[in-house]
């Protein structure tokens, strides 16, 4: 089946702004997730989206999501060090219970 | 209590042991879910318990073995494995089966086969 795809890696500077994108597979999946991985450690969930909105915004957080191209993005705003993480996006397609993961992107934050 | 937890932390184990994992959590969810992740790798589905009943099982090989001995604890059993089984191991659960509510995931367990 086709790939939840997210571009590899992002290195960027302390203080600005990261944006990470995803394209999703299923235009029926109803929440659009986005996960942070930290070396060695499980999955925290950041946010999510349903999926009849365009934007949600939840402190340095915004989540753009365009349906229509299946595309979802995370900007990071202020980014710190302490960001530097995989990221993942992730959906439920359909009307299964299977949570499907995006490919990660390396977040490099840099001092 | 808002936690996945999960032991071992890290197991090694020869393949011809026959090993446990082990999953808990006290959250009042009723779906619990067993992913494999390699290394720079998303996060594989495995196996979904669903109100304590397998419900999905991803063609995973018999050497893996779930079980959900009720509704707070999840084991995964381990018998003859190979050394490309050898990975981080991830348990989640759910308030319900679906996509509404979001996962929540314990800190994994790192499995090398040797």
């Known amino acids: 089946g086709e790939d939840v795809e997210q571009s590899l890696f992002l290195s960027v500077r302390e203080g600005d702004s990261s944006v990470i994108n995803c394209t999703y597979t299923?235009?029926?999946?109803?929440?659009l997730y986005w996960y942070k991985q930290e070396p060695g450690a499980g999955l925290q969930l950041l946010t999510y989206i349903f999926s009849n909105m365009d934007m949600k915004q939840d402190q340095r957080l915004t989540v753009l999501l365009n349906k229509k191209d299946k595309h979802l993005s995370l900007r990071i705003a202020d980014t710190q060090t302490g960001d530097s993480a995989i990221y993942f996006c992730a959906e439920v397609p359909g009307a299964t219970n299977k949570l499907i993961f995006g490919t990660g992107t390396l977040l490099a934050v840099q001092p | 209590d808002t936690e996945v937890t999960q032991t071992p932390k890290h197991l090694v184990m020869g393949m011809t042991n026959k090993k446990s994992l082990k999953c808990e959590q006290h959250m009042g969810h009723r779906a619990m879910y067993w992913y494999k992740q390699k290394a720079k790798k998303p996060p594989e589905l495995m196996f979904v318990?669903?109100?304590?009943?397998?419900?999905i099982n991803e063609s995973v090989p018999s050497r893996f073995s779930p079980e959900c001995p009720n509704s707070s604890l999840l084991n995964l059993h381990l018998h003859a494995l190979q050394p490309e089984d050898s990975a981080l191991y991830l348990c989640?659960?759910?308030?319900?089966?679906?996509?509404?509510?979001?996962?929540?995931f314990g800190s994994g367990t790192r499995l090398t086969v040797v």
């Open positions: 299923d235009s029926s999946s109803t929440y």
């Open positions: 989640a659960s759910s308030q319900a089966p679906g996509a509404n509510y979001g996962y929540t």
């Open positions: 318990y669903s109100y304590e009943k397998l419900s």
